[in-house]
């Protein structure tokens, strides 16, 4: 073959290719915009399929800064953890929560007023006069809302949604109160088969932690409380 016409030839080739992918560029984007929209298509679980439990992350503060943070020891497994379960019929979650702690560490805790919390949730009407209020977030000041939740995969086609709440654990040095430095055991540690449990400095928690996404919580909440 001559060279011009083996050069004409390549470049032929190169003008199909190209005008091949110009043809194919509003399909890919048809095709890319309907996954794009599958993602975002809702999932939905009824009650059978889904369990709604919560959890506190407990601080003692000092002079309104976390200082240490409680943690439960899962002797089954010897896993370090937080303090969450399962919110019984009709229990608030905020309830759930506190009842958690208590039961799985024998400390006795109460939400904390968040100064200031990044939140979705819109102002009652009823105090804001706002009667339509954008989705957008906002600075809730001296909040009890949920912080954080997790949405966990429990087995084909059921979830665990974990709600969690900023603690302060109920403890105060010897002498400035009657609040107990070191409570009785829970009352289902042991038949849940929790252990040890305790305050400890944030950075000694972080590193006792078993699970990297109860790591990111505490992070998250010490984030938050600035």
């Given amino acids: 073959m001559p060279i011009e016409a083996f050069r004409g030839s390549r470049a032929s080739t190169w003008i199909a290719a190209g005008a091949t992918a110009l043809v194919a560029i509003p399909a890919l984007y048809v095709v890319a915009k309907r996954l794009s929209t ?6 939905q679980f009824t009650s059978s399929q889904f369990v709604l439990s919560a959890g506190a992350i407990s601080f003692q503060f000092v002079d309104g800064v976390p200082k240490r943070v409680l943690l439960v020891h899962y002797t089954r497994k010897n896993e370090w953890l937080l303090a969450k379960g ?18 799985e560490t024998g400390y006795r805790c109460h939400l904390y007023p968040v ?14 006069g706002i009667t ?3 989705d957008i ?28 709440y900023i603690g302060c ?3 105060v040095e010897p002498g400035q109160g009657s609040a107990p430095l070191f409570p009785g055991p829970g009352s289902h540690m042991s038949v849940e088969g929790f252990g040890r449990t305790g ?25 938050i409380l600035g």
């Fill in 38 to 43: 599958k993602r975002r298509a809702q999932v």
């Fill in 132 to 134: 339509l209020q954008p």
């Fill in 169 to 171: 654990v109920d403890v």
């Fill in 115 to 128: 100064p200031r919390l990044p939140t979705r949730a819109p102002v009652s009407a009823a105090l804001s």
């Fill in 137 to 164: 977030v906002r600075i809730a000041e001296n909040s009890t809302e949920p912080f954080a939740i997790t949405i966990r995969p429990t087995g084909p086609g059921q979830v665990k949604l974990i709600f969690w």
């Fill in 86 to 103: 399962r919110k019984d019929q009709g229990e608030e979650l905020a309830a759930a929560a506190i009842r958690e702690v208590l039961e």
């Fill in 199 to 223: 305050l400890f400095e944030i950075d000694e928690a972080l590193r006792m932690l078993t699970y990297e996404g109860d790591r990111d919580l505490v992070r998250t909440a010490v984030s």
